[in-house]
């Protein structure tokens, strides 16, 4: 059963390092959350690493502009790890091809910044549709749209066997209070239509093992057992982290509020129910992280 806990603090003692989410758990999409803020750097003042690990469909470089715009304390983390960075490196190895497909926003063009440490990458190019080997989907054109919409176009990509490269399986995210589609969607229509969808995020392996290499660079690499994943995606973080056999502590407050009937803390017997219905279940919960 998972145990309802109050604080990080009150768990923090037997791990040395956390992989946590971004979105839904230290921001929404606008600002940081200020408990969130003090949870981590008094998880690191005491000696511990935070690798920051989310489906954002960009390179970490991009990400840390993003957080610094956004007023996130540097003394929060330690490295982030991107499905995007697991993703671009698939595509400069040529999972998908060299003619190149894209699916997103403007600013998500950034997952085509050279990688430098691909050594031969190919030579990847963007081309229409009927041209192409292969998609890079970072996320529907408009957010806001029905993934639905995107039917014909896929149904076309499927026609021509076309393998698409998710960069991102979340799908939905949350921006202050307004629900967004993302790449996961997209990818999971077209996976149902019978394509062939390529993911690198979480709950996939590829962006955990970024995590690690991640941390070890940092000069430690402690056991899993040690490592504990924050998220509030039950099919993304909690799902991966169970994959992995690391311990989870799941942000009720997230995109589950409403199923798990979250103020300040989840109910305990909703929170019991959802966990059942998606028959995932992580080691610890709380409303908030702080």
């Given at each position: 059963m998972t145990r309802i806990v109050e604080s990080l603090a009150e768990i923090a003692a037997p791990y040395d390092a956390l992989f946590c989410d971004l979105w839904g758990c230290v921001h929404d999409g606008h600002s940081p959350f200020p408990e969130a803020v003090a949870?981590?750097?008094?998880?690191?003042?005491a000696g511990k690493q935070v690798i920051l690990?989310?489906?954002?469909?960009?390179?970490?470089?991009?990400?840390?502009?993003?957080?610094?715009?956004?007023?996130?304390?540097t003394d929060t983390w330690d490295a982030i790890a991107t499905s995007g960075d697991a993703a671009r490196a698939a595509m400069f190895t040529g999972a998908v091809g060299e003619k190149i497909w894209f699916m997103g926003e403007p600013h998500d063009r950034s997952f085509f910044d050279p990688l430098k440490i691909i050594e031969n990458p190919v030579a990847v190019r963007e081309v229409p549709l009927e041209e192409a080997d292969g998609i890079v989907c970072c996320g529907p054109f408009d957010p806001m749209a029905d993934p639905t919409d995107l039917r014909p176009a896929?149904?076309?990509?499927?026609?021509?066997?076309?393998?698409?490269?998710?960069?991102?399986?979340?799908?939905?995210?949350?921006?202050?209070d307004t629900r967004e589609w993302c790449a996961g969607a997209v990818a999971a229509l077209y996976a149902g239509m019978g394509g062939e969808s390529l993911y690198f995020g979480k709950p996939h392996p590829p962006i955990y093992d970024l995590a690690r290499r991640r941390l070890?660079?940092?000069?430690?690499?402690?056991?899993?057992?040690?490592i504990l994943a924050v998220?509030?995606?039950?099919?993304?973080?909690?799902?991966?982290?169970?994959?992995?056999?690391?311990?989870?502590?799941f942000i009720t407050g997230g995109l589950a509020r409403e199923e798990t009937g979250t103020t300040r803390q989840p109910?305990?017997?909703?929170?019991?129910?959802?966990?059942?219905?998606?028959?995932?279940?992580p080691t610890y919960a709380i409303g908030y992280l702080r």
């Amino acid at each position: 059963m998972t145990r309802i806990v109050e604080s990080l603090a009150e768990i923090a003692a037997p791990y040395d390092a956390l992989f946590c989410d971004l979105w839904g758990c230290v921001h929404d999409g606008h600002s940081p959350f200020p408990e969130a803020v003090a949870a981590l750097q008094a998880f690191r003042a005491a000696g511990k690493q935070v690798i920051l690990v989310t489906n954002a469909p960009r390179h970490r470089t991009s990400v840390e502009r993003q957080l610094a715009k956004m007023g996130l304390p540097t003394d929060t983390w330690d490295a982030i790890a991107t499905s995007g960075d697991a993703a671009r490196a698939a595509m400069f190895t040529g999972a998908v091809g060299e003619k190149i497909w894209f699916m997103g926003e403007p600013h998500d063009r950034s997952f085509f910044d050279p990688l430098k440490i691909i050594e031969n990458p190919v030579a990847v190019r963007e081309v229409p549709l009927e041209e192409a080997d292969g998609i890079v989907c970072c996320g529907p054109f408009d957010p806001m749209a029905d993934p639905t919409d995107l039917r014909p176009a896929l149904l076309l990509a499927k026609e021509k066997g076309l393998p698409l490269l998710c960069a991102n399986p979340d799908i939905v995210v949350d921006r202050g209070d307004t629900r967004e589609w993302c790449a996961g969607a997209v990818a999971a229509l077209y996976a149902g239509m019978g394509g062939e969808s390529l993911y690198f995020g979480k709950p996939h392996p590829p962006i955990y093992d970024l995590a690690r290499r991640r941390l070890a660079a940092l000069g430690t690499l402690p056991p899993d057992s040690r490592i504990l994943a924050v998220g509030d995606g039950i099919l993304t973080d909690i799902k991966g982290a169970l994959g992995e056999d690391i311990d989870s502590l799941f942000i009720t407050g997230g995109l589950a509020r409403e199923e798990t009937g979250t103020t300040r803390q989840p109910v305990a017997e909703k929170l019991d129910a959802y966990v059942s219905k998606e028959m995932i279940a992580p080691t610890y919960a709380i409303g908030y992280l702080r």
